[in-house]
């Protein structure tokens, strides 16, 4: 069965870093491509960052780029987003999805980063 | 800036019928854009329900369709259910970048 687990939010200031983790299971993770999600309060779904099976091709929104990394352990079947200079209005959960071939098909429960003074 | 454009809310009675779209700023959505479909509950992650177009998955109920409509995607609920409440989200791929709608929030009442 596949689990993507995701970890790392909690309460930073505003300018500070978080890093969060996904931990996968029951697939082989280096045949994915992956991707950060999140969704802050009130808003709709936004995709903040996608790599490749082999991290050829990276994506990031024009909101975070410049200022989150998106990056994967193959050995370790995770994914992470480095998260810096956060802003308030990066304030939201944060989903780890796999897709193929055009097909979300597995989402994290979600992690929840709060940047707060 | 791509802009995928959804009906901010709909209101549906328990048992009718009700059809969500999914229009992109860019012309119209057609099946090589891979529009999928997820419905999302508070607290809970994103449940994807159709795939490229019109495609299930193993888990999604026979009463969710999706279709091409208009030139808009479209996703279909027939014989809605009480626990069908909740914001329903189409994700169009452009080039290889996602880029979700903004959400519908469907009431059932």
């Known amino acids: 069965e596949v689990h993507l687990v995701e970890s790392g939010g909690g309460l930073v200031k505003p300018g500070g870093s978080l890093r969060l983790s996904c931990t996968a299971s029951g697939f082989t993770f280096s045949d994915y491509p992956m991707n950060w999600v999140r969704r802050a309060p009130g808003r709709g779904l936004e995709c903040v960052s996608s790599i490749n099976h082999d991290s050829s091709r990276i994506y990031y929104a024009d909101s975070v780029k410049g200022r989150f990394t998106i990056f994967r352990d193959d050995a370790k079947s995770s994914l992470f987003l480095q998260m810096n200079n956060l802003r308030a209005d990066d304030t939201a959960v944060y989903y780890c999805?796999?897709?193929?071939?055009?097909?979300?098909?597995?989402w994290g429960q979600g992690t929840l980063v709060t940047v707060s003074s | 800036q791509t802009v995928v454009t959804q009906e901010p809310s709909l209101t549906v009675s328990p048992g009718g019928t009700v059809t969500l779209t999914c229009a992109s700023s860019t012309g119209a959505v057609t099946s090589g854009f891979y529009p999928s479909w997820f419905q999302q509950k508070p607290g809970q992650a994103p449940r994807p329900l159709i795939y490229a177009t019109t495609n299930k998955h193993s888990w999604t109920p026979a009463r969710f369709s999706g279709s091409l409509l208009g030139g808009k995607a479209a996703l279909t609920l027939s014989g809605v259910q009480p626990e069908d409440e909740a914001d329903y989200f189409c994700?169009?791929?452009?080039?290889?970048?996602?880029?979700f709608g903004g959400g519908t929030a469907l009431t059932v009442l």
């Open positions: 999805a796999r897709d193929i071939n055009y097909n979300v098909d597995h």
């Open positions: 994700l169009v791929h452009y080039g290889g970048n996602w880029v």
